[in-house]
């Protein structure tokens, strides 16, 4: 077993999906603004700022990025995730995986503000060694809002994590690619988000919990 095993969020621990479509299209709502192909063009998972690159690539700025950001967070963090569910099986392994030695960290594209409110509202907070978002670096000019190969790259220095030591277990192509550009070894779920070509980046697939 690894030392260090990463786990994204969205799709991997929990099938969120319908809370955060929700709150995307009350944020839209807020702004005015309206996405025919949204249903279809949307995909949980990628970060706030690459969703609105690929639904209003016209409209996008880092200013609308922002605005986007900080409506969706009044909708998304305090709504008590009443869709979210966790997918069965899944926490039990985390568990296991500690309890064999293992250090588990969350590494998510989510805004930190939702990642942390959702890990109390299942606790996780006491399961998880740590939770690592996308934005939680924003304040540092040197660094600003990190993709998530980036994040991976500042946590694993942060952590003192090798990558022969490490494991990203995921459910998307932005999961595996982080993996692949720190020289870490990842693991697909079947049971998320992504489709079957991206699932076939990663360096193997599991079908059930027990399997990771």
């Known amino acids: 077993m690894k030392k260090f095993c990463f786990f994204d969020l969205d799709g991997t621990l929990a099938d969120t999906d319908r809370d955060i479509r929700l709150a995307w299209k009350a944020a839209l ?8 192909d949204f249903d279809r063009l949307f995909v949980t998972g990628p970060s706030i700022d690459d969703m609105a690159r690929r639904l209003f690539p016209d409209r996008y700025s880092e200013a609308f990025a922002a605005e986007l950001r900080k409506r969706f967070g009044e909708h998304y963090d305090g709504d008590g995730f009443p869709s979210t569910r966790e997918y069965p099986g899944v926490i039990d392994r985390v568990k296991a995986m500690k309890a064999a030695g ?34 939680m670096y924003a304040s540092d000019p040197a660094t600003g809002k990190l993709a998530k190969p980036a994040l991976l790259r500042r946590v ?24 692949a550009e720190n020289g870490v070894e990842s693991v697909a779920v079947s049971w998320g988000y992504g489709t079957a070509r991206e699932r076939s980046l990663a360096a193997r697939t599991v079908d059930a919990p027990g399997e990771i």
């Open 102 to 135: 293992a250090k588990v960290f969350i590494v998510t594209n989510k805004r930190f503000a939702g990642a942390t409110a959702m890990a109390r509202r299942f606790g996780w907070d006491g399961i998880f060694d740590g939770i690592y978002a996308s934005d």
């Open 156 to 179: 694993m220095a942060e952590l003192g994590a090798r990558p022969e030591d490490s494991v990203m277990v995921g459910d998307t192509e932005n999961d595996f690619a982080a993996a």
């Open 29 to 36: 709502a807020d702004m005015g603004l309206s996405c025919e």
